[in-house]
């Protein structure tokens, strides 16, 4: 059974950064291509980046220039990089496949940006 757990959330002011990992168990996730979900409070789920096989990334024009996703070598789970975060950006963030999703949804990591 595959189980998604991200970590890396946390609470941060405007402009600052976090950096959000995502771990796999029961799948190596090498072949998929990888994307990070936001879901923010009263919305639905939406796909903010995503990351191939190959490393080639795109991303929803709301996080275009602030936010990358990367993938490591060897377990190719996908990372976020997130720079100068909005007030916007508040979210619960969870990892998964894309833009078809395949596994189950982790418990997804939460992301505060306040004053």
């Known amino acids: 059974q595959v189980h998604l757990v991200e970590s890396g959330g946390g609470l941060v002011q405007p402009g600052g950064s976090l950096r959000l990992s995502c771990t796999a168990s029961g799948v190596i996730l090498r072949e998929y291509t990888m994307g990070w979900y936001r879901q923010a409070p009263g919305k639905e789920r939406e796909l903010v980046a995503r990351?191939?096989?190959?490393?080639?990334?795109t991303y929803d024009e709301s996080v275009l220039g602030r936010f990358i996703i990367s993938r490591d070598g060897a377990l190719s789970a996908p990372y976020l990089r997130m720079n100068n975060l909005r007030l916007e950006d508040t979210a619960v963030y969870y990892c998964?496949?894309?833009?078809?999703?395949?596994?189950?949804w982790g418990r997804g990591t939460q992301v505060t940006v306040s004053a």
């Open positions: 998964n496949t894309a833009p078809a999703t395949v596994f189950p």
């Open positions: 990351i191939t096989s190959s490393g080639l990334a």
